[in-house]
């Protein structure tokens, strides 16, 4: 009948090709859902293996940051009266790597990072003498509090102490923007670092050697320093070629004459500035 029909039409059950029909679309569904979850692996295999290239490529020599650690002895240091410290071995006076830095610039901590252990091996092993030359780049705040508190307190921070201090205040570097290098922070570095002397804390809190600050970014002016890092060998710019790589930095310094090391001194790493008016303009800092 039309009724008992109408029922049996709404209760059947699916029919064999209904109940086929939906098998092949569940197993599609199944094998679309395997298919994404493998490219999904497979993407992060790429990625794995990308970063893997990357490590080892930066770890080799002339390599990226994770070469530049320097565990050997240092040349010595010495403040100089225009606001530098120069690192040298005893009579090495050229060839001279002056390097105009501020401690708030990332790009002076990008170079830093990538060929500044090669600086210290150098000035160690007598082929270069190096003058960091540090000074305040940026005209705004908090960027330039920041630069004028950390350059103060790496003017107060004795000889002895001052390379590991200057590698501390990169390694502490804030971000671009922020308020950073706070006096408790700079005092507490240096205590870290062994330097427990009252005078320097009261150094840093009292902005002793503001004067210090001034005097080095007035020279950095005159000699045309407009951007950092800034380097230059025996007074002469630094290119960027010069900068890329730590065996670059090497073939630059033995071009200007330092080759053979000086007799008794190490043939380990060591970290240096130089000093003299010209510079080289390595990266462009963002500049207040």
């Known amino acids: ?5 109408s029922m049996s039409e709404q209760g059947r059950e699916p029919s064999a090709r209904e109940r086929l029909a939906g098998d092949r679309a569940r197993a599609a569904a199944r094998l ?15 990625a794995a293996v990308a970063v893997v290239v990357v490590v080892v490529a930066l770890s080799r020599d002339g390599g990226g940051p994770l070469r530049n650690s320097y565990k050997g002895a240092l040349a010595p240091a010495a403040h100089q009266q225009d606001g530098s410290v120069a690192m040298a071995q005893p009579g090495v006076a050229a060839p001279v790597l002056d390097v ?10 990008a170079m830093e990072d990538r060929v500044g252990a090669t600086m210290k091996e150098l000035a160690a092993q007598g082929k270069v003498k190096v003058v960091y030359r ?7 705040d908090p960027l330039m509090s920041n630069s004028r508190r950390a350059a103060n307190a790496a003017a107060c921070m004795p000889a002895d102490h001052w390379v590991a201090y200057h590698d501390k205040l990169y ?32 150094c840093v809190r009292g902005d002793q050697k503001i004067k210090t600050v001034n005097q080095a970014s007035a020279l950095a002016g005159r000699a045309g320093v407009d951007a950092t890092p ?6 002469k710019k630094v290119g960027n070629d010069a900068l890329a790589s730590p065996n670059d930095l090497r073939k630059a310094v033995a071009d200007a004459g330092g080759g053979a090391p000086v007799p008794g001194s190490t043939q380990s790493s060591g970290t240096a500035g130089g ?12 500049r207040s």
């Open 230 to 235: 800034y380097l230059a060998l025996n007074g």
């Open 275 to 286: 000093a003299g008016a010209g510079a080289a303009k390595m990266t462009i800092s963002s």
């Open 134 to 140: 540090p000074f305040q780049l940026f005209q705004q």
């Open 100 to 109: 105009w830095e501020d401690f708030q610039c990332p790009a002076c901590k």
């Open 32 to 46: 679309r859902r395997r298919r994404a979850l493998l490219v999904v692996v497979g993407a992060l295999a790429v």
């Open 1 to 5: 009948m039309a009724i008992g029909g």
């Open 171 to 202: 390694a502490e570097q804030p971000p671009e923007g922020d308020t950073g290098f706070s006096t408790r922070d700079l005092v507490a570095w240096g205590g870290q670092l062994g330097v427990g002397d009252p005078s320097f804390a009261a």
